[in-house]
């Protein structure tokens, strides 16, 4: 059978974005919304966008930062506080300003200090949700010091994602950036109102990349990438054909000083080949049948969402990605820099 040269599929769709804010959000907004339709917005801000009325004003800010024509859609989410207002939450959702709501354990990642310290406080929130059908979006790993940091995702099953799915039986959650065996077992074993998304870097390495002939900055991530066996259960799921998985790039744009520093930023920017990046996994996998679905229908049917109406073109075309890029006044790593990638998006 010859090899596809050419795809086309509906136009997809981000369901997990960091855009950042000022100088940096006007430098790589572009590059998700020349990519996507719309795009799920993280709300790790400094300080973070914890109410209808912040998460309006930052709309506004990437509606003015997005380039002219742009028909790109942000979807808006609630960075949820031990003091977050069910009432708040419940109106931005009605009133169309946010699609969702994270959930970052305290201290978890980048701008989660003002996260969650105990789910238990955030039960009126979390019944509310639930009643109106608003998802919520989980950054699942424990924060525990004295856990191990490749522990983090499974034991944030164990102890706390578990007991919130039967407390909550109806609750859509979205279980982010998966990077376990255990997660994706997990999501399996739920019902329909449980889904996961799935990073393109996940796909691509194991935590070896994180040390390959001495620190490499720019493949740390949070949830940090695991053992091999975790990476093909990953891509099983991704190429499955199950609704329950659907992309979200979790694209963390960080200045290059920020990462190459004894102390570096967790976040890996993929946004300019990201799509590229999927479809390599999916044409290794021989499952480009399912990219699709993947990247175009399982989201928006998760959402409740119309899908895209229209499509776009992959061609088989080694590209090489830049060292760098310009972004903010100073430079940005991207995600598979200097190497060759065998697709190319047509604009
Ligand atoms: O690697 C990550 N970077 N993981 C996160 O959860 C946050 C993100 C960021 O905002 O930089
Ligand atoms: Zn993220």
């Not at 942000?74 to 959930?103: I, N, R």
């Not at 088989?316 to 790593?333: F, H, M, N």
């Amino acid at each position: 059978m010859n090899a596809v040269d050419q795809l086309e599929i509906r136009r997809p769709d981000d369901w997990h974005v960091h855009l950042r804010d000022g100088e940096m959000l006007k430098s790589v907004v572009a590059y998700t919304a020349r990519q996507f339709a719309r795009a799920i917005i993280m709300p790790n801000l400094s300080p973070p966008a914890t109410t209808a009325a912040a998460a309006s004003a930052y709309r506004d800010r990437i509606w003015a930062a997005l380039p002219e024509g742009s028909d790109f859609t942000p979807l808006m989410t609630c960075y949820l506080t031990d003091s977050t207002d069910p009432d708040d939450v419940a109106q931005g959702f009605e009133d169309g300003v946010f699609a969702a709501a994270k959930l970052y354990p305290a201290n978890a990642t980048t701008n989660s200090a003002h996260g969650v310290t105990d789910v238990a406080r955030l039960m009126p929130v979390l019944e509310r949700m639930q009643t109106i059908g608003m998802p919520l979006l989980v950054h699942g790993e424990v924060t525990d010091s004295d856990i191990d940091i490749f522990d983090r995702e499974a034991v944030f099953i164990d102890r706390i994602l578990s007991g919130l799915v039967q407390d909550m039986p109806d609750l859509k959650i979205v279980f982010e950036h998966i990077t376990t065996s255990q997660a994706v077992e997990f999501v399996d074993g739920c019902g329909a109102n449980v889904a996961a998304t799935i990073t393109p870097h996940h796909l691509h390495f194991n935590r070896n990349a994180i040390f390959a002939g001495g620190i490499r900055p720019h493949a740390y991530c949070l949830p940090v990438a695991k053992r091999e066996q975790h990476r093909l259960a990953l891509r099983k799921a991704a190429i499955s054909g199950s609704p329950k998985y659907f992309l979200g790039t979790d694209t963390a744009p960080h200045e290059v000083h920020a990462k190459e520093s004894a102390c570096g930023c967790a976040g890996i920017f993929n946004a300019p080949f990201a799509l590229e990046s999927y479809a390599m996994v999916f044409d290794e996998e021989n499952a480009l049948d399912r990219l699709e679905g993947f990247a175009s229908e399982h989201g928006p049917n998760f959402y409740g969402l119309p899908l895209n109406e229209d499509r776009v073109v992959l061609r088989r075309q080694t590209v090489i990605v830049p060292d760098d890029l310009e972004a903010a006044g100073s430079r940005i790593v991207p995600f598979h820099a200097g190497e060759d990638i065998g697709w190319q998006l047509q604009f």
